[in-house]
């Protein structure tokens, strides 16, 4: 087995925890002979999911851990004293190099201290952002930060920049991908005193292809591969993502309910507007990876389906292959003997 | 004439302007005797548009100014050096008494600066914010501040809730309006430094009803009615639910064209999906208040049709009427007197 990418996989975190994770780890060893799954969790329960389905055995390998870190939990408690749940045993498997990543639909807050306190960060990275894949109307966009390093520091959202577009053109495939600043207005002047402090400091960048300021009003049609903010914006516009999303569809669904006429074009339209719809859905990309980590930890969103988890796992591979974490590496050092020399 | 409204219209402001602008006037004017609109632009351009239309002549009268602030200029060099701009001689129509309200299309930079430095801000008032409605599920919410007041501190919060509040109760007519901060969590103890300092004062505020975090997946489902953010975020806020909002309603409306059968499904949809989506807009509203000045300052859409400048100028009447700076100066100087009493 020359090149085997081990994710460690916490079963027991997400809406649909365990069903679901399982069968997404069923499903990508199925797919693909170079993966190892991990499986985290009560090791009774977890075995009579997994009698349910068909794989190759060897490529699935439970790991017993008896508690679980519900989503409500508070997160840095949950960590120090849940040593024996699915996520921290996930987790340290990754920290003891018994495998190469670690995929979770659990407790957001709790993977981003867990990531940071039990995996540990890069040396050289300041901050870990957690970096969700948004759908645009050309494609997809590298949002990054929607962590918890809310109050940041120019000096991380230049760092964020860099990880970012390492994440973007070696895992996503996308050439030389563009980055820009989300900002209040195109214009250079414009801002708050982080975005003020930080553009000059993204324009003088060599790493990366800085454009300038990007208006929240753009994203969506995807004026930029690598989308820069700071936690707390970044999280207002993932989640505001979702929820205009949602709320519209859901809306213009009823609104089609409210004639006989509009029932019947309802019908004949839906096909369309379900490819659409689903065109509209980042899950085919896997989860969101929480960057500049010894290792690579990834959230999934918490209702991830077995087809989101498995794109998940999958994703790890192509994270491993292309030697990311030792891309970030170089590209941190490099910048800091930069600093250094001047 | 026992009781008229003046309203100062910019008539050059805007990407429609003047003949939408002016259309807007007229059509309000002639839905109500109560109004006096004074159209400020060039004075031989606007005689022409209004020859155009049919309307009671002594509800409008044209103010002659030469010069067009440009969306593109920066604000504050534009308001100092042309005076004679249909937006600075409108603005001091309303400084000098003689108008009660105003009303542009034009440079949300120009409009923000001018209200600032002309108009004027009621004693008391740290900082005036820019308040649009969202559309939402269930109505409208008031998003408070979107304008150009970024590194806000957390006593500016505190002034925009309760001036949020009271505009929302008496000029939307939402009785006693929820307030909420905009959050990346719904605990108390989630959020970044300025929303740590203004939560528990918005807690302990009589004069509002505040309900706590709202996070930003919920605004579009109408969970608030006064939703509290500095204004970078309000910014990011109100230009993402524009660009999602559009960018997925294109993206439905190709979709169905992808094959016959969609096609004529579309057809039949067509009147409810338009239904559905004029719901989805706020323009019936008028524009967005620019609170806490010595008059009232509103901004509608760059691209406002004659139809959301006609309700901006009929909302200045209900603004007027329901006595709102009044309110707000007493709120405000009430906490002031408490402030000085601890």
Redesign the interface.
């Known amino acids: 087995m020359p090149d085997i990418t081990v994710v460690a996989v916490d079963a027991m975190g997400g809406d649909h925890a365990p069903v679901e994770i399982v069968k997404g780890a069923v499903e990508a060893v199925n797919q693909r002979k170079d993966i190892k799954v991990l499986l985290t969790g009560s090791e009774v329960l977890l075995k009579s999911v997994l009698a349910e389905y068909t794989y190759p055995e060897n490529q699935i390998e439970i790991i017993d851990a008896k508690e679980v870190i519900e989503t409500a939990e508070p997160p840095v408690k949950a960590i120090r004293s849940k040593k024996d749940s699915s996520l921290v045993v996930a987790m340290n498997l990754v920290k003891k190099k018994q495998a190469d990543a670690f995929v979770s639909a659990g407790s957001t807050?709790a993977i981003l201290v867990g990531g940071q306190v039990i995996v540990g960060r890069i040396k050289g990275v300041e901050r870990a952002p957690l970096a969700p894949l948004l759908p645009?109307?050309t494609g997809v966009s590298l949002l990054i930060d929607c962590g918890a390093n809310?109050?940041a520091r120019a000096s991380h959202l230049l760092q964020f920049a860099k990880m970012g577009s390492i994440y973007m053109e070696h895992v996503i495939g996308k050439k030389n991908p563009t980055v820009g600043i989300?900002n209040?207005?195109a214009e250079e002047e414009k801002?708050?005193?982080l975005?003020k402090e930080a553009y000059p400091m993204l324009k003088a960048c060599k790493d990366i292809n800085f454009i300038g300021s990007v208006?929240?009003?753009?994203?969506?049609?995807g004026a930029v591969d690598v989308i820069v903010c700071e936690?707390?914006?970044g999280?207002?516009?993932?989640?505001?993502?979702?929820?205009?999303?949602?709320?519209?569809?859901?809306?213009?669904k009823?609104?089609?309910m409210?004639?006989l006429?509009?029932k019947?074009?309802?019908?004949?339209?839906?096909?369309?507007?379900k490819?659409?719809?689903k065109?509209?859905d980042s899950s085919g990309y896997g989860g969101a990876p929480l960057l500049g980590l010894n290792g690579l930890v990834v959230k999934t969103h918490g209702n991830a389906t077995s087809k989101e988890v498995c794109n998940s796992i999958i994703q790890c591979v192509t994270f491993k292959r292309q030697r990311i974490n030792e891309k970030i590496q170089e590209v941190i050092q490099l910048s800091q003997e930069e600093n250094k020399e001047d």
Chains 1, 2 share one sequence.
């Open positions: 807050g645009t109307m809310v109050d989300v209040i207005g801002g708050n005193a975005v208006e929240a009003r753009e994203i969506p049609y936690a707390f914006v999280n207002v516009i993932l989640k505001l993502y979702e929820g205009v999303g949602s709320a519209l569809t859901k809306k213009i009823n609104g089609m409210g004639s006429r509009s019947i074009g309802a019908l004949l339209v839906k096909p369309a507007l490819a659409t719809l065109d509209f």
